[in-house]
């Protein structure tokens, strides 16, 4: 009775070996340094064990994955510079303006103050606005039937008694004594 001895533990299946370094005329480094290649195989050829298997090999498919995940990450990963770049540009555009406009306010207001620099400008000013006369002038305003006076306020005839003038704090307690009264 002949007895099968099981496969050693070194030896692996096709499938899960790995292709070796090669040395020069294409034979793996290991076997070449143990000797364990024959001549037959140094000819360039591969053996069918050589081949890589199609599990191994990457199909268009998974490659175009591949891209597509490399440019995803690629695209994630500026997507937030990007946005802090366009958020910048936008600020320095409105400080611009904005800067821009106080320029245009601060030309004004000096345009206005040369005027109020001149004599002539500000007697005509105080006369138009604030009705000032020059001494011995006498001044008048006309009021035409469109327009009203200028004192909105009624004014009392002299010596008539009038009601003292009670003040908005007083007012504004007697009505919340009212109220609590009233509970």
């Known amino acids: ?68 995940l490399v440019l995803a990450v690629v695209v994630v990963a500026l997507a937030l510079p990007v946005r802090g770049f366009l958020a910048q540009r936008a600020e320095i555009a409105e400080l611009t303006a904005r800067k821009a406009a106080a320029e245009a306010a601060i030309e004004e207001l000096q345009g206005t103050k040369r005027l109020w620099g001149d004599d002539a400008y500000v007697r005509t000013q105080a006369r138009s606005r604030l009705h000032y006369v020059m001494p011995g002038e006498s001044g008048y305003v006309v009021v035409t039937p469109e327009q009203e006076p200028t004192e909105s306020r009624p004014v009392a005839p002299v010596g008539a008694v009038t009601a003292p003038v009670t003040p908005w704090f007083t007012t504004v307690w007697d009505s919340a004594r009212a109220v609590d009264a009233a509970q």
């Open 1 to 68: 009775m002949e007895r099968i001895s099981p496969e050693p533990a070194s030896v692996t299946s096709k499938r899960s070996r790995t292709r070796p370094p090669a040395a020069p005329g294409g034979r793996p480094l290991a076997l070449a340094a143990q000797g364990q290649i024959d001549e037959a195989q140094t000819d360039g050829t591969q053996t069918d064990e050589a081949q890589p298997t199609p599990a191994a090999r990457m199909t268009p498919t998974g490659r175009l994955a591949v891209l597509a």
